[in-house]
């Protein structure tokens, strides 16, 4: 008998998140060493870990590499035109408040041309769990120059090193409104997957950064080596530091990352401040949300 088992033999063991992931659409397109992956497969984990029902939740992503993830779940997902993922996000949690939301896209898609729906949506306290997975630079259109990019790192749209000063994510998730703020490499497996098993099951604006290596573009046009040389760097160079005052994250070119969760605490959500005030303004005329969402259930 030959030593190697087969797949679709009763020996082949199925893979821990096989429920969360369409495997029929495997192999998946992210390019050898990327970090987005790794993201995935901690959420898949995450997701078995909450015991969420999988009816009640969804995923919504933007355009871009880390868009793609909308593609590969076992659930309903969206997959928005660039820069919508979080106005989308609303709309359906608006319409169908019962959900879990998840929005899971990458900095360009979600800082650079969604940036305003961004800053609103966190100070609205909108009840969304928002997963951006970092890799410095535009990875599917060519490597261009992103809101993250940090100074002195080259982009193929600032060969010279970029002099623009990139966003402190963590910091302007804080002062935009978010309730819930932490940050991870695609190194820290173990953490990452805590913090979404228990972001998951948060209410309000949860926002995580993930750092992850973008091989192809990001580390050739920097000389950085390989995704595996980046995640070694990772492991070398991180500290973590919960509760750090956010003022204090910023990512210099190839510098110390402060990972850890820095902000955890309630507030009511935006469909939560809305009842109170129609509630109190409109007393017995105001016809709250169904507690199963959604206005138009149970009409023809």
Not at 26 to 42: A, D, E, F, R, Y
Not at 135 to 147: H, L, V
Not at 251 to 261: A, E, H, N
């Amino acid at each position: 008998m030959s030593p190697l088992i087969q797949l679709g033999t009763p020996e082949a063991r199925e893979h821990p998140i096989t429920p969360y992931i369409r495997m029929d659409r495997m192999p998946h397109i992210w390019c050898p060493t990327c970090g987005i992956g790794t993201v995935l497969k901690c959420y898949g984990t995450a997701l078995g870990r909450s015991k969420l029902d999988l009816d009640k939740v969804s995923v919504v992503s933007g355009i871009g590499c880390t868009g793609r993830v909308a593609g590969y779940v076992k659930m309903d997902s969206f997959h928005s035109t660039h820069g919508r993922a979080l106005p989308f996000a609303t709309g359906l949690k608006l319409g169908r408040p019962e959900l879990n939301v998840t929005v899971f896209s990458g900095d360009g898609d979600l800082i650079g041309i969604g940036g305003n729906h961004f800053i609103h949506a966190a100070r609205r306290n909108m009840d969304l769990l928002v997963i951006l997975v970092n890799n410095f630079i535009y990875g599917m259109t060519g490597g261009q120059n992103a809101p993250t990019t940090p100074l002195t790192a080259r982009s193929s749209t600032m060969p010279l090193g970029n002099f623009e000063r990139p966003f402190n994510l963590p910091h302007l998730a804080v002062t935009c409104g978010a309730t819930y703020v932490a940050r991870w490499t695609s190194m820290h497996t173990a953490q990452m997957t805590r913090t979404f098993t228990e972001a998951l099951k948060r209410k309000g604006f949860r926002f995580i950064e993930v750092i992850a290596p973008c091989s192809t573009l990001y580390a050739r046009l920097n000389k950085l080596g390989t995704g595996l040389d980046l995640m070694t760097y990772y492991r070398d160079n991180f500290e973590i530091r919960n509760k750090a005052d956010t003022r204090e994250l910023d990512l210099d070119f190839q510098s110390k990352i402060i990972c850890g969760k820095f902000v955890d605490e309630e507030r009511p959500t935006f469909l939560e401040a809305m009842e109170a005030h129609y509630r109190d303004a409109l007393g017995d005329q105001y016809v709250p949300m169904p507690p199963e969402g959604g206005m138009l259930h149970g009409q023809d």
